[in-house]
Structures are given as C-alpha cells and as structure tokens.
C-alpha cells in the first residue's frame, strides 16, 4: 500500500474502534512522573519508529513517521491512554517481534534491510487477519500489531509533518465550503 491509499483509507481505519479511545474520550490520566519516562524504554520507541517509517516511510513529496516521531507519541498514548492489559499485549508484543526477528535474520529489526522489514510486516498482517477469524471469547480484542499500525496511522496523521506535508493544510482558513471536490492525485485536506 502507498502512502496515497493509506491517507485515503485512514478515515476508514480511524473510523473504527481505536484501542485505547475510552482514554481519549474521558481524558488521559497520569501522575507528573509518568509523563516524563513513559512505559517504554528508548528501545521501545526506537523500534516503533523503524515499524512505523516501515509502514508509512518519507517519499520525495512527504516525510515519514520517523520524522513525525510516532514512536514517542505511541509512547505517551500507551502510557497514559491504555489500560494495563492494553499495555501488557503492547508491550508482550514488541517483545514478540523482537524475538521473530531475531530467530529468522539473528538480528535486530532496525539492521534489516527494507524489504525483509516489509515482508516480516506483511506476515504480521496476515497474523491479525488469522487472529481475528480465530479468536475466542477469552482471547484479548485485539492484536498487537493492530495497535501499533492504529497508533503510526493516528500519529503520523496528526503531527505536523504528517498534516503540513502529506495534506493540504491552510493553518487559517476562510470560509466553510463543506462540499470541496477532490481532484484524483491530490492530496487530501488536513
């Protein structure tokens, strides 16, 4: 999927269930010192950057999520909007592709080269679409791998390089035209 068909999708995917909205919707709650180290190691937000430069990298006309820094802002949403078992299957889950990683190329996810990174995302995909026909009722909503795509897609569309280059973006708008016709090859409004 290119970056045009992701942006275009985006509201489909962000018109769903987003893990973790409750906490959006009644307010993030933390202590002083929560905010400030997170849940995650820089490991962590690290390896949540290469995933999410992976699923939407920087193109000629628009930056990728690494330079959005979706890996922090995934970061804080984990740490202050997830419940603890959203953070278990989170955080149980950058684990596990650490671990897939490691046994299949005997190294870490950041020293691959980008195809083997896109094929290893490829299979995670068609692990969520086997998770989610056979899952049970004691089984968790969701897949961890859901959440990180959920949370790059969110991150990157709400920073400012995602809304000032990857959009069109008027930081004061004139008046309200509710009914604009999209042109194909443009891009959409932020």
């Known amino acids: ?36 180290t997170g849940l995650l190691t820089s490991a962590d937000v690290n390896l949540l950057d290469e995933i999410a430069e992976t699923i939407l990298p920087e193109t000629e006309t628009s930056p990728g999520a690494k330079e959005a820094e979706v890996g922090r802002f995934m970061n ?9 078992d959203q953070q278990q299957i989170f955080q149980d889950g950058l684990a596990r592709i650490r671990e897939v990683v490691q046994s299949e ?23 969520v679409k086997n998770y989610n026909q056979n899952k049970t009722l004691e089984d968790p909503d969701t897949h961890y791998y859901r959440m990180i795509k959920q949370l790059t897609l969110l991150g990157f569309l709400t920073s400012e390089p995602g809304v000032t280059h990857a959009m069109r973006h008027v930081a004061v708008p004139g008046r309200f035209d509710g009914c604009v016709p999209h042109k194909e090859g443009e891009k959409v409004w932020a």
């Open 1 to 36: 999927m290119d970056r045009r068909e992701a942006i275009s999708t985006v509201s489909l995917l962000l018109g769903g269930a987003v893990i973790g909205a409750e906490g959006f919707l009644s307010g993030c709650t933390t202590t002083p010192q929560d905010s400030y």
């Open 76 to 84: 804080v949403i984990v740490t202050e909007c997830y419940d603890q």
């Open 105 to 127: 190329f005997g190294k870490s996810f950041e020293r691959l080269q980008v195809d083997q990174k896109h094929e290893l995302l490829l299979s995670l995909e068609d692990e």
